[in-house]
């Protein structure tokens, strides 16, 4: 059980397009659903918090207008990264908790390489 | 806010050997304790948690030890094998409030035959 995807696994596009990354939990219900990017050899920083129904809280330097996040419903958020730069190239990773735990569950991951 | 650091950076053991990764917090209100490891290439995996009611949790060869007064919790590897080689990442949060989790710096352990 609780087990989270996220699609696509990588991705590849030129500076200047929007790109959409997918994070499903699959045999729960989210509540809320985290967003983090991590560079090599880093640690995870947290990007934003979602909460199905209602607009994403963003941490501190996180441009809420690049990073377009909508939590539609209990199993599925959504990072878009608009107007992509190759600065924005790094390994997204979503989770996401249950309505009966605080447990963070991850995601995989998605590979965004902008050229 | 919350500040956690974690050691060493990096932990070289031969197969078989315990493997031990410490982390220390600041924030007193701070009473779940995750630790995350990491594969290359992968998303984080759970492995093992506890809260501040418990001073010790063990499953099977993991074990994490927390010291609430002094504010700090330990990972415990014991019979190590190659495929314990990852990186490993402890976590902070209050409890109770689906928090945002702070994270560690992260430890890269390596297994050596």
């Known amino acids: 059980g609780a087990v989270v995807s996220q699609h696509p696994s990588w991705v590849i596009c030129k500076s200047g397009t929007s790109v959409k990354i997918e994070c499903r939990s699959l045999?729960?219900?989210?509540?809320?659903m985290f967003w983090y990017r991590q560079f090599p050899k880093q640690s995870l920083m947290l990007m934003a918090t979602?909460?199905?129904?209602?607009?994403?809280?963003?941490e501190q330097g996180v441009e809420k207008d690049k990073f377009l996040i909508n939590h539609a419903s209990l199993t599925l958020s959504t990072l878009t990264v608009t107007s992509a730069h190759p600065e924005d190239s790094s390994f997204y990773i979503c989770?996401?908790?249950?309505?009966?735990?605080?447990?963070?569950?991850f995601g995989p991951g998605t590979r965004l390489t902008v050229l | 806010g919350e500040n956690v650091e974690q050691h060493p950076s990096t932990l070289s053991v031969q197969e078989g050997d315990s493997a031990v990764i410490k982390c220390t917090y600041s924030?007193?209100?701070?009473?779940?304790f995750p630790w995350y490891k990491q594969e290359l290439g992968k998303g984080p995996q759970l492995i093992i948690d506890i809260r501040s009611n418990v001073g010790e949790k063990k499953d099977q060869r993991i074990a994490v030890t927390l010291n609430k007064t002094a504010k700090h919790f330990s990972l415990h590897i014991t019979e190590t094998q190659p495929e314990d080689s990852a990186v490993y990442f402890c976590a902070a949060a209050p409890y109770g409030t689906a928090s945002k989790l702070t994270f560690g710096t992260g430890t890269r352990l390596q297994v050596t035959l």
């Open positions: 979602s909460n199905e129904g209602s607009k994403a809280t963003y």
């Open positions: 045999d729960f219900q989210a509540t809320t």
């Open positions: 924030d007193s209100a701070s009473n779940y």
């Open positions: 989770s996401a908790i249950g309505q009966l735990t605080d447990t963070q569950y």
